[in-house]
C-alpha cells in the first residue's frame, strides 16, 4: 500500500520560500513519477509539478513555472518542491502524488493516482 507523507508546508510573507517534502513507502519509489499539486479553498486541484520515474523530464503548470523547482532523491525516497518568490495566490494544500504505473514520464495528471494528505501553505500579503 502506497503511503506519501508530505511535510515543510507553513506561513511565509510574500517573495519568501518554502522547500516541500515528500516521504513515499509501499512501493519500489525509483520506478514511479512523482508530482506535486494544490487546492486552494473553493477551487479545484491544480497541477504544479511532476518529475519522470528517472529524474530526467520534469514538467511544471504555468503559474508556478520560473519560482518553483521539483527533485527527487531515490535514495531517501522523498520528492522535494522547493518554492521562491510565492504569492499570496499559491496559497493552498499542497499534495504529493505517486504515478499510477511503473515508467510513467509524469507529463499528464491523469497520470497520478496515490495521493498524500497534503500541507498547508500560506503566502501573506
Known amino acids: 500500500q502506497v503511503q506519501l507523507v508530505e511535510s515543510g508546508g507553513g506561513l511565509v510573507q510574500a517573495g519568501g520560500s518554502l522547500r516541500l517534502s515528500c516521504a513515499a513507502s509501499?512501493?519500489?519509489?525509483?520506478?514511479?513519477?512523482m508530482g506535486w499539486f494544490r487546492q486552494a479553498p473553493g477551487k479545484e486541484r491544480e497541477f504544479v509539478a511532476a518529475?519522470?520515474?528517472?529524474?530526467?523530464?520534469?514538467y511544471y503548470g504555468d503559474s508556478v513555472k520560473g519560482r518553483f523547482t521539483i527533485s527527487r532523491d531515490n535514495a531517501k525516497n522523498t520528492v522535494y518542491l522547493q518554492m521562491v518568490s510565492l504569492k499570496p495566490e499559491d496559497t493552498a494544500v499542497y499534495s504529493c502524488?505517486?504515478?499510477?504505473?511503473?515508467?510513467?514520464?509524469?507529463?499528464?495528471?491523469?497520470?497520478?493516482?496515490?495521493w498524500g494528505q497534503g500541507t498547508q501553505v500560506t503566502v501573506s500579503s
Open positions: 518529475i519522470a520515474w528517472s529524474g530526467g523530464n520534469t
Open positions: 502524488a505517486q504515478g499510477r504505473v511503473p515508467y510513467g514520464a509524469g507529463s499528464s495528471p491523469v497520470e497520478f493516482s496515490s
Open positions: 509501499g512501493r519500489t519509489f525509483s520506478l514511479y513519477a
